[in-house]
């Protein structure tokens, strides 16, 4: 990672990581987002993701890990989008299997996060990862997946759609008209072809999924948050 890691808030690792994207209409898409943000694309085509991991050492800078949250399963559904010339990662939801980390994501940074009762299994290089959503007075999402990873693995070439897709170093929120941003740092993913099955899906419905979707894998990487700027008023304001 070339990038200087000073001034980061929180320390994550992100383990047996599947990013599942399909194209959708970019004007579609458009009306689903909130009116200050505009889609990203590539080669005129728009994308939204499901991304089901674990995240393991987490802990915020100067103090150790939480023995009892330092990990946790997610489960997230992301698009790509552009704050002028800025691109990034907005996010309709993330649900996760703990319960504080939950909190502190929603009234913290404004995330949508959501409670979810979720569950990993590994069986060799085989990996079942499930979650039922029970977050109150939340819209019930339930989804099932077995993916293996194949191959080697290998490193993502700037100006492909596999990078375009993983490669993002920010993420955007939009609170009470005002967008705000997160820059997240990380080595490049060492990304594998996988083989995927979805058992049950009632999370994506919302979103235009279809069946011609593409994947990919990375077992492991190490990110750094920062805190979050808003972008609509003064740079480099905290969060409110």
Do not use: C
């Amino acid at each position: 990672m070339s990038q200087k890691t000073s001034g980061w808030i929180m320390k994550q690792t992100w383990e047996d990581l599947l990013f599942l994207h399909w194209s959708v209409n970019r004007s579609w898409l458009q009306s689903m987002l909130p009116p200050q943000l505009e889609v990203d694309t590539f080669d005129g085509k728009a994308w939204i993701g499901i991304v089901p991991f674990e995240m393991t050492h987490i802990r915020f800078r100067g103090l150790p890990p939480v023995p009892f949250a330092s990990r946790l399963l997610e489960l997230n559904v992301r698009t790509y989008v552009k704050y002028g010339e800025k691109r990034g990662v907005y996010f309709f939801s993330l649900d996760a299997s703990h319960r504080a980390g939950v909190s502190i994501a929603r009234n913290l940074f404004h995330l949508p996060y959501f409670r979810a009762k979720m569950g990993k299994k590994r069986e060799g290089n085989q990996i079942s990862f499930w979650s039922s959503r029970t977050h109150k007075n939340a819209n019930k999402a339930d989804y099932h997946i077995i993916y293996e990873p194949v191959g080697e693995a290998y490193e993502t070439t700037k100006g492909n759609l596999d990078y375009w897709l993983t490669e993002r170093d920010r993420l955007f929120i939009v609170r009470e008209h005002n967008v705000y941003q997160g820059k997240i740092k990380h080595h490049k993913w060492p990304l594998q072809q996988v083989d995927v099955a979805v058992l049950r899906d009632t999370l994506s419905q919302t979103y235009n999924y279809h069946e011609s979707f593409i994947t990919h894998f990375s077992r492991s990487v190490t990110t750094y948050l920062w805190p979050f700027e808003k972008l609509t008023k003064t740079p480099g304001s905290p969060i409110e």
